[in-house]
């Protein structure tokens, strides 16, 4: 008897063991957190797309936001089961979650939640900074595995462009350009537009209420006051953290602009673009390939426009005969005797920044015909109908 009690003994323990070495199967489950754009984050594409409505997603395996940079990909080698993921990261956004059914077995899914990010906290990083972003998973209701994520978050000032996704397809994201165009900004309706009154170029910013001979004048006031401020051209366009899987560009605020009096290709554009739209002129932003200037309407109807060279702001003194004498008849016969004598010096700078924004758009035509993520032209009307929100800095 004493025996039989001792085998069964031994058998209890040799289970106990055999349990420990060998836990209970449960369904394989294969899953990896996902961060968008190559593991970073830039805030200004966060705050841009805020209220931007993108396309539901057709793929019946992914769930949640179209538009969501972090979740997962996420499946069962049985299939018929539930899961949730839950994703924190304290110092950018709220806790987020989502549930979702796996059905299929032996086949991906993508989930990405609604990330409730903390707006002011983006808007504060000018530099770039590393955060740790935890991703949670529960199966079937139990809790199942967690994974941390270190990602890079970048500088406010970084500028996406063009977007290539972990899938191999190229995203344009040109519209970003647009979010640094900042209509809203006071210093433009408390500031500049009292100062631009006193060249006595135009009485009033009227936009397209009189002609399109009265929109050439209202921006070459503009003009006028950014070269009398001394404004020069600094090429800063580096963003601060380079990627194979994401173009960006270092773009400035209208504040930084203004405070510095320096602007690369991009910073002018904006600039202009910002008070243009202030005014009710409506302007368009050109994108080449390592150049970019701006474009504005003559008219209420955007039926015929002109391109502007702003990276000539700093350009004081244009030789007479670097002009074509078209563009000289055209664009100075806008202006009385008076002003071509007492503007001369800036008149002959806007009319070769005419000509030479007119000659880019010339050479880009050709490239406009294709689908080239290189050539573009933003109509920052539009963006702002599509959703796309300046960044007020």
Known sequence: MLRF??????????????????????????????????????PSYILASATMEFSPATDPY????????????IKSDAGNGTFRL?????????????????????????????????????????????????????????????????????????????????????????????????????????????????????DSFTGYQVSEEEVIRQVFAIWTEFQKRGFRYSDISTPTVMSQAVRSQYVRFLSETVNTAQANCVDGTALFASILRRIGIKPVIALTPN?????????????RWIFLETTLLGTRDVAQDRIDPAYWNTYAGLFGPVAQITYQQQLRSFIYALQVGNKNYVDMQEHLKTVNLLYLIVDVEEARNSGVMPINR
């Open 86 to 202: 839950e994703i924190e990261a304290p110092a950018i956004m709220s806790p987020a979650s989502i549930k979702g059914y796996i059905k299929d077995q032996k086949v991906y899914y993508e989930a990405f939640p609604k990330i409730p990010y903390n707006f002011n906290a983006l808007y504060s990083i000018i530099q770039p900074i590393p955060v740790n972003v935890t991703f949670k998973l529960y199966v079937n209701n139990e809790f199942y595995d967690q994974k941390i994520k270190t990602i890079r978050v970048h500088s406010i000032n970084d500028c996406p462009f063009i977007q290539i996704h972990r899938k191999g397809i190229a995203l344009d994201r040109n519209w970003m350009f647009a979010a640094y165009v900042n209509e809203n900004h006071p210093w433009i309706t408390n500031q500049l537009l009292p100062e631009l009154m006193k060249w006595k170029i135009v």
């Open 62 to 73: 992914f769930i949640g936001d179209p538009n969501g940079q972090m979740g997962m990909r």
């Open 5 to 42: 009690h001792s085998l069964i003994f031994l058998l209890v323990l040799t289970f106990s063991a055999s349990s420990q070495i060998y836990p209970r199967l449960q369904p394989l489950i294969t899953w990896e957190p996902i961060v968008e754009m190559e593991d970073q984050l830039f």
């Open 291 to 303: 150049h970019c200037f701006l474009g504005f309407y003559l008219d209420r109807e955007k039926q």
